[in-house]
């Protein structure tokens, strides 16, 4: 009887293990797949990026300001948009993603920023894109992001 129990153990213990770790990489996939999205967006029509904001989403900047709402992020960048000389470009490499819970994820990018304010000062770089993002009525939402300058530090 102590084997039946323990064989029956083991095989709810590879049974559940298995299907979490299938959900989670149904999971990943999605994630990425919004992530791919929203850049298309961005570059396509950037007024559809904001599809994929939470409407209590926040952002640190990297000057270290921050704002929350979407409506407010929206404002921000219509604000910002008329000091910049051309269109900024991003380049991005494909996040790491860690989930928090089933539905709240941690992705990490490395993305390099083209940009220019209008007189030709150049700003961006690169930097860590940090985004928290969560699954709200079946789609995964940004909640929170942030760009994180990469500093070169001497000694190194």
Known sequence: MKTLFKNFALFLLVFFSLHLNAQTAADKAEVLKMWDEVWHAYEADETKMWDYYADNACEVFPDG???CGKDALKAGYEAFKPML???P???YATPEVS??????ALLIAEINVDMKLKGGQQIGGKMKFTAIVKKTSGRWLIVYDSQTPILNMSGN
Do not use: A, L, Y
């Not at 989930?99 to 709240?104: A, L």
């Open 65 to 67: 300001s921050h704002i």
């Open 85 to 87: 000389e051309g269109t």
């Open 89 to 91: 470009s991003w380049t």
């Open 99 to 104: 989930f928090i819970s089933p539905d709240v």
